[in-house]
């Protein structure tokens, strides 16, 4: 079936660092990709996607590529900030049939962003 | 309102009685999904509606849980003779007909079996 594994964390860094959370994923055919995040105390969000390989999905300065070859989707950000503290979620979403594109979803990385 | 609502947020229940947790989705989202967030387990699927269809269920752990969509709109998961392993954030998300997996999440009801 499919899975996703992402890094388990937690990852806690200076204001202004680069930040990278690795996911990879199993699946067959071709799923899309998503990271998903939630903030303290509120519901989970998209925060980027990607639907095919080599797209590269992009928000608030967080960035995912679509690696088929290396089956990835490792989430990227140049300068992280205090308020990039949150759980992200790599997932992915595939259909085999019929019309439920329900998501599968990595474990979740706690990142937490010091001043 | 704009978002995914869901209630009640917090559900406190004694072991072996009924739960009913309710979603309302955004207006025209014709998919809507319910999903279990746990520490053990993580985020699970557990049902999946699309208009008049008939629901995929393939994600419920156990015939104690049911759910129903009406009027293509509001959604109401219930647990029968609930189990202290219940206890979890009960996540509700809505989309698009293949939206390809685009879902938009409401807060989640946060259930205690004692």
């Known amino acids: 079936g499919n899975s996703v594994t992402q890094m388990e964390g937690p990852v806690t860094l200076s204001e202004e660092a680069f930040l990278t959370i690795n996911c990879t994923y199993t699946?067959?055919?071709?799923?899309?990709l998503f990271w998903y995040v939630q903030y303290p105390g509120e519901g989970l969000q998209l925060l980027l996607k990607?639907?095919?390989?080599?797209d590269k999905g992009s928000n608030k300065g967080f960035e995912a590529t679509y690696r088929k070859e290396t089956t990835s989707f490792h989430l990227e950000k140049g300068s992280v900030q205090v308020s990039d503290s949150a759980v992200y979620f790599c997932?992915?979403?595939?259909?085999?049939?019929?019309?439920?594109?329900?998501?599968?979803f990595g474990k979740g990385t706690l990142l937490t962003v010091n001043p | 309102g704009a978002g995914v609502s869901q209630s009640p947020s917090n559900k406190v229940t004694e072991k072996g009685k009924d739960v009913e947790l309710r979603c309302d989705p955004i207006?025209?989202?014709?998919?809507l999904y319910w999903y279990r967030q746990s520490l053990g387990q993580g985020l699970e699927f557990l049902i999946y509606?699309?208009?008049?269809?008939?629901?995929?269920k393939s994600g419920l752990p156990s015939d104690r849980f049911s759910a129903e969509r009406t009027g293509g709109s509001v959604s109401t998961l219930t647990i029968q003779r609930t189990q202290q392993e219940d206890s979890a954030v009960y996540l509700c998300?809505?989309?698009?007909?293949?939206?390809?997996?685009?879902?938009?999440f409401g807060p989640g009801t946060r259930l205690t079996v004692t």
């Open positions: 998300a809505g989309g698009k007909n293949r939206a390809w997996g685009e879902q938009y």
């Open positions: 207006s025209g989202h014709t998919a």
């Open positions: 509606f699309q208009g008049n269809s008939a629901p995929d």
């Open positions: 699946a067959t055919g071709y799923p899309s």
């Open positions: 997932a992915l979403s595939h259909n085999s049939g019929g019309s439920n594109y329900k998501l599968t």
């Open positions: 990607a639907t095919k390989a080599d």
